[in-house]
């Protein structure tokens, strides 16, 4: 069986996805096809096709797109390659200017929705239709966004839609360092964060969607009776939004609050020691998909507080434990109530690593994907 994966080839998820069928499956043959960067990536080798997109200027961004498609479909055609399964992965904006070419180069096609991606492009995902028609398979990786869609469809495409989530080999990491030396104190040390201080980690990314700047004002307003307690970690590593990450600087120059913005790219060990020696994450996007780094998070039982706006109801159904605001302008309280009860809070915590390796490993997960690619 040869399928073509379509979407970011340096996203860990589609090649984990890739190299995980074939492993399991010695009978697929998986290709990724990226048209941000212009490559295509093959079990004959990497090759360059187009060009990378700026992604700084929407319409840059369209032109780049609409140019890669026109030398993918070039190559396809000259070389004649075809595939049984086409998979696109992170529906967006390019793909209203390729139906013709992703429809055409294999004989059945699905469609992968991450969770935000779906939230994002709400405007204009009735120009998909055509793309949901064609699918034999539309899949989620949880069922609140699956939801959301059906009833934003009407349930037109119902019979379609499937939960197929992506494992996270780091997991296996966390727990081997976590076997090895457990003390939160000693990997603190390791990362340059005070030991004494309980460390909170404010979003994951530089995507002003973390709302960095207004947590931080919201933190300022009980500064008195949190500033001596706590150590604000800024993972500021991924992401495209540089403005963000100088308005956060500006914010946290003279704050009373110690603090670091972690800004340089995080090597495994350094994730591995990060996730490890944080006691508190801030998950307060405004959409979100059930996310690797919240995962990884609530597997070391780092206490979580985020929003229940957010599409995490298969986290309750299994009973991970974790902490759930409504309003924004709720944190510095609900913070300042789970450092009181941070010792209760880990203690509530200790089934978590199990139900998120039921979740998230691909032991779990791979088989969901192997029965779309055989329907």
Not at 306 to 316: A, F, K, N, R, V
Request: net charge positive; hydrophobic share 40%.
């Amino acid at each position: 069986m040869r399928i073509l994966l379509t979407g970011n080839s340096k996203s860990g998820f589609i090649i984990d996805l890739r190299d995980q069928l074939q492993s399991q499956h010695p009978s697929i043959c998986c290709d990724v096809l990226d048209p941000n960067n212009g490559n295509y990536l093959t079990s004959q080798g990497n090759l360059s096709i187009g060009t990378p997109v700026r992604m700084d200027s929407p319409l840059l961004q369209t032109l780049g797109l609409i140019r890669n498609y026109r030398a993918f479909r070039k190559y396809f055609t000259n070389n004649r390659i075809r595939y049984d399964w086409v998979n696109i992965h992170y529906l967006s904006l390019g793909y209203l200017f390729s139906y013709s070419f992703i429809a055409g180069v294999a004989d059945k096609m699905a469609v992968s929705f991450y969770g935000s991606d779906f939230y994002i492009h709400q405007k204009i995902q009735l120009f998909f239709q055509k793309y949901f028609r064609k699918a034999t398979a539309i899949t989620f990786s949880n069922e609140q966004t699956r939801d959301d869609f059906n009833r934003r469809f009407r349930n037109c495409y119902a019979p379609k839609t499937c939960i197929c989530r992506f494992g996270l080999p780091f997991l296996e990491k966390l727990q081997r360092q976590q076997e090895i030396n457990s003390d939160k104190s000693w990997y603190k040390t390791q990362m340059g964060f005070p030991a004494d201080r309980l460390v909170v980690q404010v979003g994951n990314s530089t995507n002003p969607s973390f709302r960095h700047t207004e947590t931080i004002d919201l933190l300022m307003t009980r500064v008195s009776e949190l500033k001596d307690k706590i150590f604000l970690v800024f993972p500021m590593s991924y992401g495209k939004y540089l403005n963000q990450v100088r308005e956060v600087q500006d914010k946290m120059k003279d704050s009373p609050f110690q603090s670091i913005i972690l800004t340089e790219y995080l090597y495994d060990e350094q994730l591995v020691a990060l996730r490890l020696a944080t006691d508190i994450v801030l998950n307060l996007q405004e959409t979100d998909q059930l996310s690797g780094a919240l995962m990884e998070n609530l597997f070391v039982r780092n206490i979580v507080i985020t929003g229940s706006w957010l599409p995490y109801e298969i986290l309750d159904r299994k009973g991970i434990s974790y902490i759930k605001i409504d309003r924004l302008k709720e944190l510095p309280d609900v913070l300042l109530k789970t450092l009181e009860q941070i010792d209760h809070l880990r203690q509530l915590s200790a089934g978590n690593p199990a139900i998120i390796e039921e979740l998230a490993s691909w032991h779990n997960n791979i088989q969901a994907w192997i029965n779309v690619y055989q329907s």
